[in-house]
């Protein structure tokens, strides 16, 4: 979240935490980066070795289909709070 208001939007977003990963159906990390101007919400994937190549397209499917379900999450909840 990088924008003027981002620590009140990113607040405010947090404070519906328990829904939205209820929702996405896994949990992310909230990283409010109290140093920064922007916040974080973010999903890693773990235990993916980039030098075994024969995974990329697994890796890569896991990325989109992680970011479709966050879009269609925190795109109305978003959208509510502005």
Request: aromatic share 10%.
């Amino acid at each position: 979240i990088q924008c003027a208001d981002a620590k009140l939007l990113f607040r405010k977003i947090h404070e519906q935490k328990d829904e939205i990963e209820s929702k996405l159906g896994f949990a992310v990390e909230w990283q409010e980066l109290p140093n920064a101007q922007a916040s974080r919400i973010v999903v890693y994937r773990r235990e993916c070795p980039l030098e075994d190549e024969s995974r990329w397209d697994d890796y890569v499917d896991w990325f989109i289909n992680h970011m479709r379900i966050m879009k269609s999450v925190f795109q109305p909840v978003i959208k509510n709070i502005r």
